[in-house]
């Protein structure tokens, strides 16, 4: 185990100034894990970057000393992306929170990462512009743990994910030097398309300090529906029917009955509390589109068996109910105090084949489970109700979740949908990368951080 | 000042539980129930102001936790903590999890206190003045009120101001001589009698809590309180000799003194003799419906603690739920008028709804939206006491928003922002009214009879 040394927090200290750097116990322990369950690690120090320069600083610094270093922006990852290692500096962003340019002409906006994924995408909206995803966690996840983490939201099935919006960024590299990729042309095939990598790329080959994000003109209209189903199979063959029907909503959501009364418990804002499986269903763009394809949904829900179906009355109530969605995952902390999710995720054929290995798993190992997530996208959120000092029923999750993610695997899916591998995921990524594509990631990540200082341990082991 | 000497050095020392401290002897559950999913974080004035996370609800909860692990003592750096936090529970709103900050805090206060990790003597002597004698009998509060009356009523105020002695002053005095309300001439017991009788049918019995420091810098509002109550059938009983609900006590800390209180207010007003227990102090409101907690180990007052808190009513849930009756009047002009909600009402009750009814059901009003209405004003009880500097950028922010409103009145249904707010906009020369929403209610009421 290395020390941090006390000259480093000098060092540190002369680059970032005395206050932005942290390292009282009492300052470590709020930073000792992320959003993600039953992990923790302090770390050596906590430093607050301000601007691209500071942050070469450090790495340069980093770098030299052999000294770890794990980016967070407000902590909300759900695979421990951002839980520290042992005696790392956590490089925090969220003081480089300055939106530096809209770009009506071309439909861009540059933004530093320590910006919230709300206030990006409200400051764009303002400008009658429209930036799609919005993970659950928007109100506070920043922008640049987005990019990081590639984080999908509730609109990925017609509008994908914050991938499909990134037009560039400034990096800066683990030894300290600053690199931009990617622009504001639309087509741009000069060289390798560096940007991909670092998307989705966990905090593993550099620090994102600036993103160029690529915006969208506004959906004219858009109509939100809830359908309640007595069974959570009639509601996933009512999502296959749709999708077969080549009908792409923005939103297709599911909660099942556990997860609809937490949510319900919440946020009071009505929710039918008596069926077993409720879809979600947003369409938008044109108002005459919008129109047919809120009929022919409706339609195609109630030839599977739905129970009701209910249009939210207006814009207000539209966003109450996504909002609502959205906090589905910590509501079911509500029922107890540790709440492990995961986000297979299947292709769409699969849907009821894999709800139905879920539920059964959970009974075979004796298991409560509140499962809810993006049907339309095939991305589940199986969650498990435990209290992590329950070590034997924390055992059985672990193999319950074994199961599931073979059985994924099996059927052509992927053991994170949008979460990420972190540490959470990082024992089942062999399994499902095999051996070919494990050694490319590895000589990637080795190629761009030779000295595997940026956030060790994640992902995949050095070896 | 015979009473400081009975208040014992720190009474909260006394009620140390079995394992010794407040936090590990809280049901483990209460303290796992935060999942740290950071939704709470954009809620928290304090996490946006500074953008650290032990400055956020989850970061503080991760401290007691560690605590409660035995991982961290109780640090001075952590008392320092637990007194940024503002009390407002905006936190217990946003969560999903429906983790109780309240509880959390209350206890992490007492944790503190009981270790003594802030004794210095003037703390102790300021606690002891504030907490153990002035807030802890309400004649002592009235006759600091008195003295207050007279140094403003005698002319010695504006003489002192006038002169330019208060620039010989400490800066954080003369800061804090400014923050001085002005005491009402009469005090609610001077204005109510015991029993206010109805102005129509009978339907209703309730009692009237007229708050301590409500008392001497708003009386006026319970004196509206009881109009209002009246004017829509409720006999109201308003007991001449009112202690302080201890809501001031368990916040900063002291557990046995805020039991001592909570029963006597118990024994004021026995719980099955009234329909409701009014209150119309948000911050007391929140705190005096949560005795059962409190009492909940002492046999003889933990059911008749239960009751007491089904028993209290916030004034506008209360006319929520029985109705109020919509003021004749036509009136020539209309105003503008914003509601900034009290923390303790919106977040500590969730009453949201009903103070805006009863505010547009006022003729003559229009209610504009305040934004950020739920926002704390940074008055958090003591807090722009104890943390100027935190309180007047709240404050601050509060009252850019006030401004965009347009608004001539602003109305909010606690003391401790009224004043807030009332000294903030004279500072900044607003030319508005700062009113409890039942005042104006009540004055559309007395408007009715010319």
């Known amino acids: 185990m290395m020390q941090l040394d006390k000259s480093i927090i000098t060092r540190l200290r002369e680059i970032v100034g005395e206050k932005e750097v942290l390292d009282r116990k009492e300052d470590l322990i709020p930073y000792s894990f992320d959003g993600t369950a039953a992990l923790k690690q302090y770390p050596g120090c906590v430093v607050f970057t301000r601007t691209t320069e500071q942050v070469s600083r450090v790495l340069k610094l980093a770098n030299q000393e052999n000294i770890p270093v794990v980016t967070r922006g407000s902590g909300t990852g759900l695979s421990g992306g951002s839980l520290p290692s042992d005696q790392c500096i956590v490089l925090c962003t969220v003081k480089m929170n300055q939106i530096l340019e809209l770009d009506a002409a071309n439909l861009t906006l540059l933004t530093e990462v320590g910006v919230t994924t709300l206030t990006v995408s409200e400051a764009v909206d303002k400008a009658g512009l429209f930036y799609p995803p919005d993970p659950g966690s928007m109100k506070i996840s920043t922008i640049g743990g987005n990019v990081a983490e590639n984080s999908g939201g509730l609109r990925g099935l017609k509008y994908g994910v914050t991938r499909n919006y990134v037009m560039g960024m400034e990096v800066v590299l683990p030894d300290g030097e600053i690199c931009w990729m990617g622009n504001k042309c639309v087509k741009d095939v000069a060289g390798y398309s560096l940007k991909d990598i670092f998307i989705g790329s966990e905090g593993t080959l550099g620090v994102i300090t600036k993103v160029l994000l690529r915006l969208i003109p506004k959906p004219q209209a858009k109509k939100t529906m809830v359908a309640t189903f007595e069974q959570m199979d009639r509601a996933a063959e009512a999502v296959s029917a749709i999708i077969a029907a080549q009908i792409i909503p923005c939103t297709l959501e599911f909660l099942d009955r556990t997860t609809i009364h937490c949510v319900e418990d919440f946020a009071k804002i009505g929710l039918p509390l008596d069926c077993d499986a409720l879809l979600l269903i947003e369409t938008d763009g044109h108002p005459s589109v919008v129109t047919e394809e809120a009929e022919k949904m409706e339609a195609i829900c109630r030839e599977n068996g739905c129970k009701e179906i209910r249009v939210a009355k207006d814009d207000a109530e539209a966003t109450k109910l996504a909002s609502a969605r959205r906090t589905a995952f910590s509501a079911l902390a509500r029922l107890s105090p540790t709440t492990i999710l995961e986000d297979a995720t299947v292709p769409r054929s699969e849907l009821g084949h894999m709800i139905r290995y879920v539920a059964s798993t959970a009974e075979k190992y004796k298991l409560r489970v509140g499962t809810f997530g993006h049907m339309g996208d095939g991305n589940l959120h199986p969650t498990f109700l435990t209290d992590e000092r329950n070590k034997e029923e924390m055992h059985r999750i672990e193999e319950a979740f074994e199961e599931i993610f073979k059985e994924a695997i099996r059927v052509g899916g992927t053991i994170t949908g949008e979460h990420g591998i972190g540490v959470a995921k990082k024992r089942f990524l062999p399994d499902f990368a095999g051996q070919a594509q494990m050694r490319v990631l590895r000589e990637v990540r080795k190629a761009l951080d030779p000295k595997g200082i940026l956030n060790p341990g994640k992902i995949f082991d050095p070896s | ?450």
């Open chain 2, 1 to 450: 000042m015979s009473n400081l000497s009975s208040c014992t050095p720190s009474p909260s020392a006394q009620s140390l539980p079995s394992t010794g401290s407040h936090l590990k002897d809280l049901d483990y559950s209460v303290v796992q129930q935060c999942m740290h999913c950071g939704l709470c974080l954009p809620t928290c004035p304090t996490y946006e102001l500074t953008k650290l996370e032990k400055h956020s609800p989850r970061g503080r909860i991760s401290l007691m936790r560690a605590i409660a692990d035995d991982e961290l003592e109780v640090s001075k750096s952590f008392a320092d903590e637990m007194y940024y936090c503002l009390g407002c529970l905006a936190c217990m709103t946003a969560c999903p999890a429906g983790v109780n900050y309240a509880e959390l805090f209350e206890h992490a206060r007492a944790e503190v206190e009981s270790k003594q990790v802030l004794k210095s003597p003037k703390r102790t002597l300021i606690r002891q003045f504030a907490i153990g004698w002035l807030f802890s009998d309400q004649r002592n509060l009235q006759f600091l009120g008195t003295l207050i009356r007279l140094y403003q009523q005698s002319g010695l105020q504006s003489l002192i101001r006038g002169s330019g002695i208060m620039r010989l002053m400490p800066k954080r005095l003369r800061e804090l001589e400014k923050m001085t309300p002005t005491i009402q001439p009469r005090f609610s017991n001077e204005l109510l009698d015991r029993v206010t009788p109805p102005k129509k049918e009978k339907k209703y019995r309730v009692a009237l809590l007229t708050g301590c420091a409500q008392d001497l810098i708003f009386s006026d509002v319970n004196l509206d309180t009881a109009e209002v109550l009246a004017r829509n059938g409720c006999e109201v009983i308003t007991p001449p000799e009112q202690n302080c609900c201890g809501s001031l006590h368990a916040h900063n800390g002291e557990w046995t003194l805020a039991q001592g209180m909570a029963r006597q207010m118990i024994d004021l007003l026995p719980p099955d003799q009234y329909d409701a227990i009014i209150t119309n102090a948000a911050g007391c409101g929140s705190h005096l419906k949560h005795y059962t907690g409190l009492l909940k180990d002492d046999p003889a007052y933990a059911a008749k603690a239960r009751e007491w808190d089904q028993k209290v009513k916030d004034i506008h849930e209360w006319l929520g739920v029985i109705g109020w009756d919509v003021p004749e009047i036509t009136p020539e002009t209309q105003a503008k008028v914003t509601y900034h909600e009290a923390c303790h009402l919106a977040h500590g009750q969730k009453i949201t709804a009903q103070p805006r009814q009863i505010l547009q059901s006022i003729p003559g009003v229009e209610l504009c939206e305040l934004p950020e209405s739920n926002w704390c004003c940074g008055s958090a009880g003591i807090y722009n006491i104890v943390q100027p500097e935190t309180a007047d950028l709240l404050l601050q922010r509060k009252l850019d928003h006030v401004e965009t409103t347009g608004a001539s009145i602003l109305a909010t249904g606690n003391p401790g922002c009224l004043l807030q707010i009332l000294n903030g906009a004279r500072e900044r020369g607003l030319r508005m009214e700062i009113r409890h929403p039942i005042s104006l209610l009540a004055e559309a009421y007395r408007q009715e009879k010319a």
